[in-house]
């Protein structure tokens, strides 16, 4: 009952930082650790929570429609990379990219131009048509082609 009366954050911290609480029972000090204590700690709304040494970190686990286009993104340039090793392009040679995309990847492909050019040492990048040639990828349950010639 003691226990109950104090503020659990503050019960967390205490033995987190000192190693022990020492709390009143009839008028006697009694001595817990954290080995006579369960702490758990538990996440609010959306948020990721872990807690060690003294330390609490929370991450809110909520995926924007910003982040989600970020994501896709970087699976843009992984494909597009990848397309170029299987082409035999060398590290170094720049191309032009053409991509057939709709929704979300188009969005991708708009928001992030800059991005996808440098990661991908991209001259070009625009949408067009299909070609014989090109690599056809799932990202995000959508379909994108992505075509590449050397610049």
């Not at 990721?48 to 970087?74: M, N, W, Y």
Request: charge should be negative; aromatic fraction near 4%.
């Amino acid at each position: 009952a003691a226990l109950g009366q104090l503020d659990a954050a503050e019960v967390a911290t205490t033995l987190q930082t000192e190693g022990e609480i020492v709390i009143a029972v009839n008028g006697e000090d009694v001595r817990l650790s954290a080995d006579d204590l369960l702490i758990q700690t538990e996440a609010k709304g959306n948020d990721a929570v872990a807690s060690d040494k003294g330390v609490t970190v929370a991450v809110d686990t909520v995926i924007t429609p910003e982040l989600a286009q970020e994501g896709f993104a970087r699976d843009l340039v992984r494909n597009i990379n990848e397309a170029r090793k299987n082409a035999g392009f060398d590290i170094s040679d720049r191309v032009n990219v053409t991509y057939s995309a709709s929704g979300k990847l188009q969005l991708a492909f708009l928001a992030f131009a800059d991005y996808i050019r440098a990661e991908t040492l991209a001259e070009t990048l625009q949408s067009g048509s299909a070609g014989e040639g090109d690599t056809a990828v799932k990202i995000g349950g959508e379909e994108v082609s992505i075509g590449l010639t050397k610049a």
